[in-house]
């Protein structure tokens, strides 16, 4: 057994998380987004086992959500990538500043 | 003989005042022994691919070096670590070093839940068929590695067929293994043998359809033929691998090797009752290591007679034989096997 | 019985659903369905009838209730009503209903519409019965309109032709303007009581008028915006105009919709309500004088007509007076009465008009003559309804407008006598229009004598109906005869008390009937008098009655001078106001608004999140200090 | 010492993790987001969820990552080029992210964990603890009581199992529809 605070669990989900957010927010190609998205929900699950861990240990809901969250990440990254190729097939590119036709 | 070494080398550590790290030194020790008796055991597997080979070719196959040509392998192995190392000039550096690695480490690391007798293994893991199914799917990134860095067309292109014939034949090949889940209630691999032991049959029997799922799907994930389409050497000249050499293309080779042990010995302990004994032989004074190992070689040799048995597929077809025809069978056996678990038992 | 009095209206709209989804392509089967129904309806109706007598006068009204649905404080109710009252109306309806299915069967033979005709008119008895069956104001206002479109459907049966289609507009239409006094009211009931039952209303009406919770002048209020209803649908002055027009229907319509039963709705309202109008005196004076005027206003009209059904249709108008008059001097039994067996022989007059068009295929009475000897049972069913409309003794109406004249002359309203007067001068209008039309049809040479050539005796099916209500119309009277009296000691409002039969007033009335017959035979059996050189010297009058007063320009100019030019002002406005000021500028804002905040949508994702999370950043550092 | 090496794959993650957002080359992104997965689910070992652990490296390593690499290889004309990876937000994005990175640490640092008077702050606290509020359905038998957890009819996760199947199959067959080539 190990005697790991659970803040420095949280502590490297925080990390884990603002560079994912980092990435979401500072990449072009859609694809580098779509990673730093995975890099939160990881961060996520992190917070939610170290939870689960530390100080519920009478329900299984954490181990629950992160398996939920790890289904709908698959689903998401599969849903996502079949975009980014269609636009891909569109117009020849993945970068996202260049898809606006929602531009106002 | 391997607690032995391990305790030795505790002390050892003690003694130099680490023994907060004796953890490590068990897996450590394991590892080497079974690197030792693996890597022979590989050199014994290429003999014997090519005597089996031989023999369904009515030729005689390697005689020259040893007896019957047993060190035939050796000697090639010799050749190949001292061959000079070729390297593409526009290759991807990290991927290029790190892809055979992967290949090599990702099936080995397979090995450490297969119990070869009544409680011996590596490492006795309650979710051990998970385990291995999820340890080897690394090989993808390896052979997408490998393929993407050496910076050759075929090689890509063997990469992405590999690719995709792995990840569409892991679906069969994980739903193949669902229904004895099922039935036995454990993912242990040693629990799912004592299953068949305390039930009297091996799976193989009820679930006959899965057991011959399973080794086709192990045989495409290993790309073997007829399933070796990313290797084609008539097509793609070497696929994923083209451009390695030396020990690189070793270890690759040699990951191709454990993958098959590996799914084999899965199928073994899954299907065919892993350690026990033959029917009617149980009063034999044979070691259940070498009921086992004779188990292992049996299907290994069902999968190398498939080599020479089958035409090679096209693409399509082996992707809609995947998908079209095997994960609806798997489905369907996952089905008709939970509707029997739940009106008759646990007893199928 | 009682208990599955709900069955009654249900069973009708089964037919009519069963018929439109189903059984449209077969004639036969959608007539049968549609008949052998209303046959279980009348069936229904005896047993009630029956279970009802057996019953202790007392113990004679049953209500039940189903709740419909719920918004506080209100609680809607559907229900059945079981009274004198309603059995009465119950078995009016689905006799004359019955009867007329089965003269349709011949009448329409041939119609491709034949199953949709048998359809509307399941869909038109199941309405009615439901309005008649109705415990609250609500459903009785839901069976209102019901009926309302069901008129509209049939008098627009021959839709191709323009005159139906602008009839049934009209009839629709002129039947709103009351409709919507009467929505009015209904309304207002709720408001002011919380419910809309009857017997609820009644109770509390009475008790808030007696501890002086409510001005009897509100409650009479409330009486005449229902009473607007009944004018609407019972065709009195001034909305009448309709009911003449409404004749562009099939005959059996007017048989049953026009003359018999759903004209007959609002005499039937204003009795069901009949508590709210006996508050104020007031209410009543203008409920009699309104029916009084509606009686003499349209048999002078009818003086004048060459239209067969349109003769009859002026005369329905001028009984329907009646009866309004009758229940606005307090006559509510004598009202009912003269309904009930107006029903059997207006419905048998228009259903012989209807045998004698089937016969000439004409509606002109000029065309028509000496149709005796070829229509024999027509003409035979036709006198006796005649005869009975005219209020000989002692067929039905003799008994009925006998106790209408005796109510009228015994009432307590201011003006009276002047009622009374004006009844008997109708009494005798109707005795010379209804025989002025007999002889012509029926009598001397025929006019025509292509059409009288083609004249046949209708089928079977068309006369055995006839047959019937000329029993009816001899023998429903007897009900009443005096010391019997077994009509007033069933349906009567309130108390009961006996009525003494005045034998005066009925030898009176029977000799101006007798004197406007004789008039009437002076003029056109014998031809002692003729009527041209009569309407030659008096052409202004009868100019006025032939035009029916101008009434209708009197509309059509009223409707041009001040509802076009209200409409012009609404479309000046409309165009400059709303238009231009309200829709553009809101459009006009709405534009700007979005381009201004469409610089917020850059369309790059990345920067939406950049906002989101720098939003959550600020939101924190607000939260926190 | 075990510590160490939760520490080391601490280290590990983080910085593949950075690198995975700021390196040019989207493949050696998509390689170090592999070994990030790789050791997240190590971090979930540490927590003693192995069936987890298994799942993150079957789900994230096995099929997302080999999913982002066919995605990168099938768009990878773009890859190469000369324009910038980093749009022009780059910046505002600095602060952004450290924005929230700062005001979680801080609302950790608020918590009652941060006291370190919680019973259940660490592990070791919890194992020491006379009777361990530890209930069976841990540890060896965790994918059971997980499994009964998901499909349990009262008061479980049964609902949202059957949702997430659902989506999963939309999404599944969105994909395809999604990704196809229109038949000329």
């Known amino acids: 057994m190990n005697s790991i605070p659970v803040l420095h669990f949280l502590y490297l989900s925080i990390i884990l998380f603002s560079i994912g957010l980092f990435g979401v927010l500072i990449r072009k190609n859609a694809i580098s987004v779509l990673m730093g998205v995975e890099l939160m929900l990881n961060a996520v699950n992190i917070n939610y086992l170290a939870f689960a861990k530390y100080w519920n240990w009478n329900t299984l809901t954490g181990p629950v959500f992160v398996v939920f969250v790890i289904t709908i990440a698959a689903a998401e990254a599969a849903v996502a990538l079949a975009i980014i190729i269609s636009i891909y097939r569109q117009m020849k590119s993945t970068n996202v500043d260049e898809v606006h036709y929602l531009r106002g | 003989m391997v607690h032995l070494i391990a305790n030795l080398l505790q002390q050892a550590l003690g003694a130099v005042g680490l023994s907060g790290f004796a953890f490590i030194i068990n897996p450590i020790v394991s590892a080497v022994v079974m690197f030792g008796g693996i890597s022979v055991f590989v050199m014994f597997l290429v003999w014997m691919e090519r005597k089996v080979s031989a023999h369904m070719q009515s030729r005689i196959g390697p005689n020259r070096v040893g007896v019957f040509g047993l060190l035939q392998t050796v000697a090639d192995a010799l050749k190949l670590t001292t061959k000079e190392d070729i390297k593409p000039v526009h290759r991807d550096k990290i991927p290029y070093y790190i892809a055979p690695i992967i290949a090599f480490v990702a099936t080995f690391a397979g090995m450490i839940v297969i119990p070869f007798d009544k409680g011996v293994s590596v490492q006795n893991l309650n979710i051990g068929i998970l385990y291995v199914i999820s340890i080897t799917s690394f090989t993808v990134i390896a052979i997408l590695s490998a393929g993407w860095s050496s910076n050759n067309k075929f090689a890509l292109l063997g990469g992405f067929r590999s690719?995709?014939?792995?990840?569409?034949?892991?679906?069969?090949?994980?739903?193949?293994?669902?229904?004895?889940?099922?039935?036995?209630?454990?993912?242990?691999?040693?629990?799912?043998?004592?299953?068949?032991?305390?039930?009297?049959?091996?799976?193989?029997?009820?679930?006959?359809?899965?057991?011959l799922i399973f080794i086709t799907s192990a045989t495409a994930e290993a790309n073997r033929a007829p399933f070796d389409i990313p290797e084609a050497e008539?097509?793609?000249?070497?696929?994923?691998?083209?451009?390695?050499?030396?020990?690189?293309?070793?270890?690759?080779?040699?990951?191709?090797?454990?993958?098959?042990?590996?799914?084999?010995?899965?199928?073994?302990?899954?299907?065919?009752?892993?350690?026990?004994?033959?029917?009617?032989?149980?009063?034999?004074?044979?070691?259940?290591?070498?009921?086992?190992?004779?188990?292992?070689?049996?299907?290994?040799?069902?999968?190398?007679?498939?080599?020479?048995?089958?035409?090679?597929?096209?693409?399509?077809?082996?992707?809609?034989?995947?998908?079209?025809?095997?994960?609806?069978?798997?489905?369907?056996?996952?089905?008709?096997?939970?509707?029997?678990?739940?009106?008759?038992?646990?007893?199928? | 019985m009682i208990e599955y009095s709900w069955l009654i209206p249900t069973m009708?709209?089964?037919?009519?659903?069963?018929?439109?989804?189903?059984?449209?392509?077969?004639?036969?089967?959608?007539?049968?369905?549609?008949?052998?129904?209303?046959?279980?309806?009348?069936?229904?109706?005896?047993?009630?009838?029956?279970?009802?007598?057996?019953?202790?006068?007392?113990?004679?009204?049953?209500?039940?209730?189903?709740?419909?649905?719920?918004?506080?404080p209100w609680t809607a109710h559907v229900g059945v009503l079981i009274d004198p009252l309603s059995v009465n109306m119950l078995l009016v309806v689905t006799l004359i209903s019955l009867l007329v299915q089965i003269y349709s069967w011949g009448y329409m033979h041939g119609e491709v519409r034949f199953s949709s005709y048998y359809s509307y008119l399941s869909l038109f008895t199941s309405s009615m019965l439901l309005l008649v069956l109705s415990n609250n104001f609500l459903q009785i206002f839901v069976g209102w309109e019901l009926v309302g479109l069901c008129s509209y459907l049939l008098i627009g049966f021959w839709y191709f032709k323009p005159e139906?289609?602008?009839?049934?507009?009209?009839?629709?239409?002129?039947?709103?303007?009351?409709?919507?006094?009467?929505?009015?009211?209904?309304?207002?009931?709720?408001?002011?009581?919380?419910?809309?039952?009857?017997?609820e209303v009644e109770k509390m009406v009475s008790t808030g008028v007696a501890n002086g919770t409510f001005q009897t002048g509100f409650i009479a209020g409330i009486a005449l915006l229902l009473f607007c209803g009944a004018v609407g649908k019972s065709a009195q002055f001034p909305l009448h105009v309709w009911l003449p027009d409404a004749m562009e229907g099939p005959t059996p319509v007017s048989a049953l919709i026009h003359a018999a039963t759903m004209v007959a709705a609002g005499v039937f309202m204003v009795a069901r309500t009949y508590s709210l109008f006996l508050v104020d005196q007031h209410a009543m004076t203008v409920v009699a004088f309104i029916g009084g005027f509606t009686a003499l206003f349209a048999a002078s009209i009818a003086l004048a007509q060459d239209d067969i059904k349109r003769i009859l249709a002026y005369s329905t108008l001028s009984q329907l007076g009646y009866m309004i008059m009758a229940l606005g001097v307090g006559g509510y039994t004598s009202g009912m009465f003269h309904l009930t067996t107006h029903a059997c022989f207006k419905a048998l007059l228009f259903l012989g008009a209807g045998s004698v068009i089937h016969g000439v295929h004409n509606q002109d009475i000029w065309k028509m003559g000496g149709l005796w000897k070829k229509m024999g049972i027509t003409a035979a069913t036709f006198v006796i309804a005649t005869l009975a409309i005219a209020g000989i003794f002692p067929l039905a109406g003799f008994w009925s407008k006998d106790a209408i004249l005796a109510a009228v002359y015994e009432s307590q309203i201011p003006g009276h006598i002047v009622l009374y007067f004006a009844a008997v001068f109708t009494a005798f209008l109707t005795a010379f229009y209804m025989f002025r039309l007999f002889f012509v049809v029926f009598t001397g040479e025929p006019r025509d004598h292509h059409a009288h050539d083609h004249a046949h005796e209708s089928p079977f099916t068309m006369t055995i109906p006839l047959m019937i209500l000329a029993i009816l119309s001899i023998s429903v009277g007897w009900l009443n005869l005096p010391g019997f009296d077994a009509y007033s000691k069933f349906v009567y409002h309130g108390e009961f008390h006996e009525e003494v039969f005045n034998w005066t007033m009925a030898w009176a009335s029977l000799l101006v009937a007798i004197a406007g017959i004789i008039l009437s035979a002076l003029f056109y059996y014998w031809k002692v008098f003729s009527a041209e050189k009569t309407a030659e010297t008096f052409k202004p009058i009868y100019l006025l009655l032939k035009n029916k007063y101008y009434v209708d320009e009197f509309y059509g100019w009223m409707v041009k001078k001040f509802v076009f030019g209200l409409a012009s002002i609404c479309t000046w406005f409309d165009d400059n106001v709303?238009?231009?000021?309200?829709?553009?500028?809101?459009?006009?804002?709405?534009?700007?608004?979005?381009?201004?905040f469409s610089l917020t949508q850059t369309g790059y994702v990345q920067n939406y999140a950049l906002v989101i999370f720098g939003a959550v950043a600020v939101i924190y550092l607000m939260v926190s200090f | 010492m075990a510590n160490t090496i939760f520490y080391l794959i601490a280290g590990i993650i983080i910085c593949s993790a950075f690198l995975v957002v700021t390196l040019r080359n989207l493949f050696h992104c998509a390689l170090f987001l592999a070994l990030a997965m790789f050791g997240v689910s190590g971090v979930f070992l540490f927590l003693n969820f192995e069936f987890l652990a298994i799942v993150q490296v079957l789900i994230y390593v096995g099929a997302v990552t080999v999913l982002i690499i066919f995605g990168i290889m099938l768009t990878r004309n773009v890859m190469d080029d000369k324009t910038r990876v980093l749009n022009k937000q780059v910046f505002l994005a600095i602060i952004a992210a450290a924005a929230v990175m700062t005001i979680s640490f801080s609302a950790v640092g608020k918590s009652v964990f941060f006291e370190g008077d919680h019973p259940t702050i660490t592990m070791a606290e919890t194992s020491a603890a006379p009777d361990p509020p530890k209930p069976s359905s841990l540890g060896q038998n965790d994918v059971y009581a997980l499994g009964l957890e998901l499909i349990r009819p009262e008061k479980g996760y049964a609902f949202s199992f059957e949702f997430v199947s659902v989506l999963l199959l939309s999404a599944l067959v969105g994909a395809i529809v999604v990704a196809r080539k229109e038949k000329s």
């Open chain 2, 163 to 211: 690719a995709a014939q792995i990840v569409s034949y892991e679906v069969p090949l994980v739903m193949s293994l669902v229904p004895v889940i099922m039935t036995a209630g454990t993912l242990n691999l040693n629990n799912v043998v004592e299953y068949q032991q305390k039930a009297g049959y091996w799976f193989v029997v009820p679930q006959f359809i899965a057991f």
């Open chain 2, 234 to 348: 008539s097509e793609l000249i070497g696929g994923f691998h083209t451009e390695y050499s030396g020990v690189k293309f070793a270890m690759f080779f040699l990951g191709e090797y454990i993958a098959i042990i590996v799914s084999s010995a899965v199928a073994v302990t899954v299907f065919l009752g892993g350690w026990l004994p033959l029917p009617f032989l149980g009063s034999l004074p044979i070691p259940g290591f070498a009921w086992f190992v004779a188990k292992l070689l049996f299907v290994i040799y069902l999968i190398m007679a498939f080599r020479w048995t089958f035409p090679r597929l096209r693409v399509d077809q082996l992707m809609d034989f995947g998908w079209k025809v095997l994960i609806p069978i798997s489905i369907l056996n996952i089905l008709i096997t939970g509707f029997c678990i739940l009106f008759f038992g646990k007893g199928v």
């Open chain 3, 12 to 72: 009708p709209a089964l037919a009519y659903a069963v018929i439109i989804l189903f059984t449209r392509r077969s004639k036969v089967l959608s007539g049968l369905i549609s008949i052998l129904t209303m046959a279980a309806c009348l069936g229904l109706s005896v047993g009630i009838l029956i279970e009802v007598l057996a019953k202790a006068p007392a113990d004679r009204v049953i209500s039940i209730s189903w709740s419909w649905l719920e918004i506080p």
């Open chain 3, 164 to 199: 139906a289609a602008d009839a049934c507009k009209k009839a629709f239409v002129v039947n709103r303007v009351g409709d919507m006094g009467f929505l009015m009211g209904v309304i207002t009931i709720g408001m002011v009581f919380q419910t809309f039952d009857f017997a």
């Open chain 3, 578 to 596: 709303v238009d231009d000021g309200m829709v553009d500028g809101s459009g006009w804002i709405t534009r700007k608004m979005g381009s201004l």
